[in-house]
């Protein structure tokens, strides 16, 4: 065999191996457009999300709304992680998959710029689960939901990362404007 086919037979093994060791990137098309990504947080352990909370604040009435403000994730260690938050609301009640089930899925409601009116940006999540159940959260009813991401099928979801807009002072805020997960790898 000549050298040229030695490299190429080489990066195609490199290439396939790389893709069953890494982590696929799960994501939305309707996510907010204002903040900053925080850090990705991953399950310890080997362990996978089995569970979700979120950040959520109460309606403001005549005030500035920001909705979803967090999103947590329970491993299935029992541990929670989390990427970046928002300042405002209260922690919902975890809701978990049946046993042995892992999130696999996402989708978000997401209300789109409001102009000279209040923006809330990302208002709910709904997770699904490995049997097919879906986990819709305890959110606000503002905007639309999107599409649903690509499926981490078995592997489940072990990673996220949110894109939250920091406090803007008199300015309009939005806190929790987008979120992306990772696969488990395999």
């Known amino acids: ?3 040229s086919l030695h490299a190429t037979l080489g990066l195609v093994l490199v290439c ?7 982590q696929t990137k799960i994501e939305v ?24 909370s979120m ?10 709304d920001t909705s979803l403000n967090g999103i947590r994730l329970l491993c299935s260690n029992g541990r929670t992680i989390q990427s ?3 300042p405002w609301g209260f922690w919902t009640p975890m809701m978990k998959c049946p046993s042995g089930q892992r999130l696999n899925q996402f989708r978000l409601r997401v209300e789109s710029c409001q102009g000279l009116k209040d923006d809330t940006a990302a208002n709910n999540i709904e997770f699904v689960c ?4 879906e986990l819709k959260g305890h959110g606000r009813c503002w905007g639309k939901w999107g599409p649903q991401s690509r499926s981490c099928g ?6 996220l990362a949110t ?5 803007q002072g008199k300015g309009d805020d939005t806190a929790l404007n987008d979120v992306y997960f990772k696969c488990c790898r395999p």
């Open 55 to 64: 950040k959520v604040e109460l309606p403001q009435l005549s005030g500035d």
């Open 29 to 52: 098309t309707n996510g907010g457009i204002w903040g900053k990504w925080g850090e990705e947080e991953t399950c310890p352990n080997k362990s996978f999300a089995i569970g979700f």
């Open 154 to 159: 078995q592997r489940g979801i072990c990673t």
């Open 84 to 86: 970046n938050v928002g």
């Open 130 to 133: 490995t049997g097919g159940v």
């Open 16 to 22: 396939c191996l790389w893709g069953a060791w890494a």
């Open 1 to 3: 065999m000549d050298t």
């Open 163 to 167: 894109k939250v807009e920091a406090p």
